[in-house]
C-alpha cells in the first residue's frame, strides 16, 4: 500500500496492476504527473498469488471503464501466471486458458481491448503453443535453460557462465586443515587455490567440498567450508599449472567441461532458476553478443 507510480510514469514504464487499490494509486500518479499510465492488468486464473481475483473482476473492470473514459490510462496488456506449465500435459493448463480467455471475452464485451494479452511463460512458450495468444514471457529460457529438464534442452544453449580469477596459490602439508573447522584434512602434500567468491556473493554454502571449479580445462574439486567471501580448491600434488590471475570457471554451459547450472542445482536438491539467479555481491554481470565468451 501506498505505492508512488510517479518515477515510473515520469520513466516512461509501463505498469501491471493486480487489485483496484493498485489502479487507484496509479490513477493518483497520473493526476500528480500529467503522464498517462500504459497499465497491465494481472488476473488470477488459479495459481492463487498474485492478480485480480475472478469475483473482483468485474469491479476491476469497471473502474478501468472510468479510468479509460477520462483518458488517465491506456490498456497495454491483460496477463496471468500459469501453474502447471512445467506439466504441459496438465488438464488445470487448458482450465486456466479457458479462464483466462473468459476474462478477455468479457473485458472487451464492455469495450475494452488491451493491446496484447498473454498467459505463456517459458515452459508453455516452448511445449504448448496453443496457449501463446498475443505474445509470451519467456524467464528461465532467455538463461538457455530448459524449462523442463526431463524433456531435454529444449534447442537451448545455457547463455550464462561464473567466473573469478584465481587469487592466490600456495601449499598445504599432508594433514592440515583448510578453511573454518577443518573439514577438509589434506591426506599429502598439495597445492590449493583461492577462489575470492563465496556465499555472499551467491556461491551456496552448502556445496562445500561437493562443486568442482574448472581452470585451465581441468576441473579441480573444491576443498574445506565456503566462507563468505572465498573458498579453496585443491589442485593436487606435483607439477602445479594454475598461477594467480588464471580464469576460473564455476559453472557455465558445459562446453569446456566445467560444471552447468544443472549440475548444481541436482548437488542442491532445487531447481536452475535458484542457481542462475543467486549470483550477486561484488559478481559483475556482462552481457555479450551471441559467439563472444
Not at 497520473?30 to 495459481?47: E, I, P, Q
Not at 505463456?120 to 524467464?139: E, H, I, K, Q, Y
Not at 577443518?182 to 556461491?203: C, E, F, K, Q, S
Not at 600434488?237 to 552447468?260: K, M, N, Q, W, Y
Request: hydrophobic share 40%.
Amino acid at each position: 500500500p501506498g505505492i508512488d507510480f510517479g518515477p515510473a510514469l515520469l520513466a516512461d514504464v509501463d505498469i501491471a496492476v493486480s487489485s483496484e487499490r493498485q489502479l487507484d494509486e496509479l490513477i493518483d500518479a497520473v493526476r500528480r504527473t500529467g503522464r498517462t499510465a500504459a497499465v497491465t492488468v494481472k488476473v488470477d486464473t488459479g495459481l492463487n498469488r498474485n492478480g485480480v481475483a475472478p469475483e473482483h473482476y468485474p469491479s476491476m473492470l469497471t473502474a478501468l471503464q472510468q479510468a479509460v473514459a477520462e483518458d488517465v490510462v491506456r490498456l497495454r496488456g491483460l496477463m496471468s501466471h500459469m501453474v502447471y506449465a512445467d506439466q504441459p500435459d496438465n488438464p488445470i493448463n487448458d482450465v486456466q486458458a479457458q479462464r483466462f480467455a473468459d476474462m478477455v471475452t468479457l473485458a472487451r464485451s464492455q469495450g475494452l481491448w488491451f493491446e496484447v494479452v498473454h498467459l505463456s511463460n517459458s515452459s508453455a512458450t516452448l511445449s504448448r503453443p496453443d496457449l501463446a495468444f498475443d505474445m509470451v514471457r519467456p524467464g528461465i529460457a532467455v538463461y538457455g535453460l530448459s524449462p523442463v529438464p526431463a524433456l531435454g534442452d529444449m534447442g537451448l544453449m545455457p547463455a550464462m557462465t561464473v567466473k573469478c580469477a584465481v587469487a592466490l596459490v600456495k601449499s598445504v602439508r599432508a594433514g592440515e586443515g583448510v578453511s573454518y573447522a577443518h573439514t577438509w584434512i589434506a591426506n599429502r602434500d598439495t597445492t590449493v587455490a583461492l577462489m575470492p567468491i563465496g556465499y555472499a556473493d551467491g556461491v551456496f554454502r552448502s556445496l562445500g567440498g561437493r562443486l568442482d571449479v574448472l581452470i585451465n580445462g581441468r576441473r579441480r574439486p573444491g576443498v574445506g567450508r565456503i566462507c563468505m567471501d572465498q573458498f579453496m580448491v585443491d589442485l593436487g600434488p606435483g607439477h602445479v599449472d594454475v598461477a594467480e590471475g588464471d580464469e576460473a570457471i564455476l559453472f557455465g554451459p558445459g562446453s569446456r567441461g566445467e560444471p552447468t547450472a544443472q549440475e548444481w542445482a541436482d548437488l542442491l536438491g532445487t531447481i536452475h532458476y535458484e542457481v542462475v539467479t543467486s549470483p550477486r555481491g561484488r559478481i559483475t554481470r556482462t552481457y555479450r553478443e551471441a559467439g563472444n565468451r
